[in-house]
């Protein structure tokens, strides 16, 4: 073999892996823009303008979204880093969007701290002094929260949303000292007989929440289907 021949050979190899390399870097790029993409979905907030619908608060405080004249109230009892809170998430959304914006029903959120212990404690008492510095504060803090905690980013989620909104985050670290939101709010779920989370409940007019019960079976635990949470609020707003 020649001299020629055996210098081409190494040369050849070294292209080779060049080539290797760069195709390496190709698809690890790849995989890190899916990713971005993935995320960016994930931290993208849903269309609701909870600005544009109408906001109250219970006898105790609890917030309440929605018409004061729909006949039916679905009351949520959830804690921001329950993964089954997050996996029911997308039902409360679409009812919102076709039962809450459209006057039929109101909504009403009640934290019960189960996966998110003090965390959601603290969490929930930021997320009613929000309400102090935007009127719509106290909604878009709870699908934030929910949001960020599904990334692993729940310990900072208060201060991240605080800066999103503007807020001055000391301001809402006073505030919140003086919360008792989700103490009055678990304690409501305790009376009603909430052992975990989601947990759904109803009201009718001034009503006290109540377990819903439809074609003959109570839900008493998890997540409601959302044809059923319709079927009862369009028999609701037939009987008003």
Do not use: H
């Not at 459209?102 to 997320?127: C, D, L, N, S």
């Amino acid at each position: 073999m020649s001299v020629a021949a055996t210098s081409k050979a190494p040369d050849q190899k070294k292209r080779q892996q060049q080539t290797l390399l760069i195709g390496i870097i190709a698809i690890v790029a790849i995989i890190a823009v899916a990713a971005a993409i993935l995320l960016s979905g994930q931290t993208t907030q849903t269309g609701i303008d909870f600005a544009a619908i109408p906001q109250s608060r219970a006898a105790d405080g609890g917030f309440v979204l929605g018409s004061p004249e729909a006949p039916i109230t679905i009351v949520e009892f959830a804690d921001y880093a329950c993964p089954a809170c997050q996996q029911y998430e997308p039902n409360i959304t679409r009812f919102i969007e076709e039962y809450v914006a459209t006057g039929k029903a109101k909504f009403e959120y009640r934290v019960f701290a189960t996966a998110g212990g003090q965390q959601t404690v603290f969490a929930g008492g930021i997320a009613e002094c929000l309400a102090n510095f935007q009127a719509d504060g106290f909604w878009v803090a709870r699908e934030r929260f929910g949001q960020l905690a599904q990334q692993g980013l729940y310990q900072d989620a208060p201060r991240t949303v605080a800066s999103e909104l503007n807020a001055s985050y000391s301001d809402l670290l006073s505030c919140q000292q003086n919360s008792n939101r989700v103490r009055v709010d678990m304690a409501l779920g305790q009376q009603v007989g909430i052992q975990g989370t989601p947990a759904i409940g109803v009201r009718y007019g001034d009503s006290a929440p109540q377990f819903i019960t439809y074609a003959g079976q109570t839900y008493n635990r998890g997540g409601v289907p959302f044809e059923i949470l319709a079927a009862i609020t369009d028999a609701a707003n037939a009987n008003s």
